[in-house]
């Protein structure tokens, strides 16, 4: 990839230096942040509002804002990694849920790094920082969209990458320095800190994993699953593919909303 994107040399080097130590410092954070939170204090299966714990940046919600319905919607809680492939695949699935359900349907957005994953924090506290700004969706989606180009990248080209989608998805208007900033923040890192934890304390072992009523929507097991929601099982057989996954997910909203 070529690194010219339009950066003075001096603004891409420190934010290459400052982006480098964002996977040492995220997870040192993410160890005192662990040990600093009772995370019995908080409902894992509720939107969790900012406080300090979270570096003051409360639960992402997915939820059609022009949707006709104007009860209180069904959530449904997303861990994900924005290198994680299959979280890739599933997110225009998640959005079409959104979408077609127009406003029944809320998803919670929660990090959930996998170690394995080089660019994972670097990725995370960039949505985050984009968030802080007011574009948390559109550079997540656009992180997801994009994947293959900087999954694998080095440093310098992840950080050219990164730079560009946030001009991009605010269509120049947004602050590039503060961006830069808030990347390397501790209070993104907190955030990002304060969902691994609850990840860890409701034992996600992969991603995208997704959760209603505190059940696991197990849609990867060859065997299958089921959830209840409002006294009514929902089954499936085997592995659901995307489109399935989405006819599920109405099932489990027209169940949860039933008088």
Not at 31 to 58: M, R
Not at 224 to 243: E, F
Request: charged share 25%; with cysteine; proline share 2%.
């Amino acid at each position: 990839m070529r690194k010219n994107r339009g950066f003075s040399a001096v603004g891409v080097i420190i934010t290459v230096v400052i982006v480098a130590l964002i996977g040492v410092a995220t997870w040192f954070v993410i160890d005192g942040n662990l040990k600093a939170t009772n995370f019995d204090n908080y409902d894992f299966y509720s939107v969790i509002e900012p406080d300090v714990h979270n570096g003051n940046i409360g639960d992402h919600v997915k939820r059609d804002k022009d949707g006709t319905y104007e009860g209180e919607p069904v959530y449904i809680f997303e861990y994900a990694d924005f290198q994680c492939p299959g979280c890739a695949s599933m997110n225009s699935r998640v959005n079409q849920a959104v979408d077609e359900l127009d406003g029944k349907l809320a998803v919670v957005y929660r990090n959930h790094l996998l170690s394995y994953h080089q660019n994972a924090t670097a990725a995370s506290s960039a949505a985050e920082a984009a968030g802080l700004q007011g574009y948390w969706k559109e550079y997540g989606d656009k992180l997801f969209a994009t994947q293959a180009e900087w999954e694998y990248s080095s440093g310098s080209d992840r950080t050219a990458y990164f730079e560009a989608y946030f001009n991009q998805v605010t269509d120049g208007k947004g602050d590039i320095e503060q961006f830069r900033k808030d990347i390397a923040s501790e209070r993104v890192s907190k955030k990002i800190s304060f969902d691994m934890g609850i990840g860890k304390r409701i034992s996600i072992s992969g991603t995208p994993a997704f959760f209603i009523d505190g059940q696991l929507i197990n849609w990867t097991s060859a065997e299958g699953g089921s959830v209840t929601v409002n006294g009514r099982t929902i089954t499936w057989d085997g592995k659901l593919s995307g489109s399935e996954w989405v006819h599920i997910v109405k099932k489990i909203v027209e169940a949860k909303l039933e008088p």
